[in-house]
């Protein structure tokens, strides 16, 4: 912004000079606001779900010209059907008369072609009735009754019920008299909203073990990507950390050290991707690597700023466009990662350079960013080293983003224990999902261990 000059005559006016002081302060809050207004996914942290309408698209497609939908002589996907031993009816059509002459048919039959139908029957669930009995002695009279086992009069849902409760509340996400509505209409069970607070309680001891399985594996790895958002009511924030094969949740009532400690161990161990939060910067630089696509933001946001960080914006958006290139080219195994760090030494140069210039570009706060880009120089490049790294951070950002649709729709958890649910929930099924396993199937079985008093099954 340009130093407002008194007009001539004025100088000496004390009055003049602090409305001119005044005016000066208002308008470069009103720069401030502007720009705050204008933020957006594109040049911020703002996640796209809280972009304004008016932000611009992330995806810029050129029209291909083609109609919507599949296109004439593409392959198409078709639901596989099941094998005929786990087809639980069959319905055979045979031909009576011959379609030429209209004579009977009495040859064999041969299949020509199967189709399924899938339903869902009145009742979906079966209901088992134990019934206690009990007998007298003949002889001394005595009246002996056998009860039902306790293992059995412990729940009124059986292990794959209960696993279907929690999987709706957890993953549909749906709220606890949405999950009774559900239960009651589709599958024809009576269930009370205390009931399925229960099934959710147990399913936290159950998956207790399985926790801590997932837990030990993401803090012993080498590589690792760590992100936090807000949640609400009794945490504040949670936090994941992700490997290609896990993904370990916790809510926490802190964005501070001790909640990463609560996360990542006393002692973090292995190399992580974050973003530039302020709180990570007391990991070791040589441990560190930063989000590229957080960087992308930035500099958009540097080529809406006005002219004189221009050049910071449009060179710095160059410079991360040639840096996803070469890693693609990387990922697809064009070349090993020897020659992708060669590859990278002129684009390093390059920003060298940028970070140079914004440092004495006279614009106050890009002068910061670029001195704190230049601290985290060395974390900026360690994909290029570092296995399991890459540049940017949206491996833990997919991960979150279960727990941000959560959040909005549940708002958060009213206890400690509603925490504890949805971070070992939200760690079991992303972490199966990871590994391309059944949901449904570990649910029930560690409910089985758990009423069984074995061990959990295995997660990873």
Known sequence: MMDRKLPQGWDGCPRCAALARHIAKLEKRLAELEQRLGANSSNSSTAPSASPPWAPKLMNKKPSGRSPGGQRGHQGHCRKLLAIEEVDEIVRHLPQRCRHCDRPLS?????????????????????????????????????????????????????????????????????????????????????????????????????????????RHVRQAPAKNVDETGWKRCGRWLWVAATPSAALFHIDRGRNWHALQQLLGRKIQGVICTDRFSLYNYIQLGRRAICWAHLKRDFVRWTERGEKTVYLGEEGLAIVSAVCKLWREFASRRFGRERLRRKLRPLRKRMDKLLEWGMQCGVKQAIHFCRYLQRLKPAMWTFARVKGIEPTNNHAERMLRPGVIWRKKSLGCHSAEGCRYAERMMTVIQTLKLNGRSVMQFLSDALHAHRQGLSSPALL
């Not at 088992?128 to 002695?137: D, L, N, V």
């Not at 239960?183 to 159950?206: D, H, P, Q």
């Open 107 to 215: 040859g064999k039959a041969e299949l020509a072609s199967r189709h399924q139908v899938a339903e869902l029957p009145q009742r979906a669930v079966r209901v088992t009735e134990h019934q206690s009995y009990a007998c007298t002695c003949g002889i001394c009279g005595e009246r002996t009754v056998q009860p039902v086992p306790q293992q059995v009069r412990q729940s009124c849902t059986g292990e794959r019920l209960s696993a279907a409760i929690c999987y709706l509340s957890a993953r549909v996400h749906g709220s606890r008299r949405a999950v009774e509505e559900v239960v009651r209409e589709i599958f024809g069970m009576e269930l009370s909203l205390g009931s399925i607070s229960g099934k959710e309680g147990e399913m936290t001891s159950a998956l207790e073990e399985s926790y801590q399985e997932a837990q």
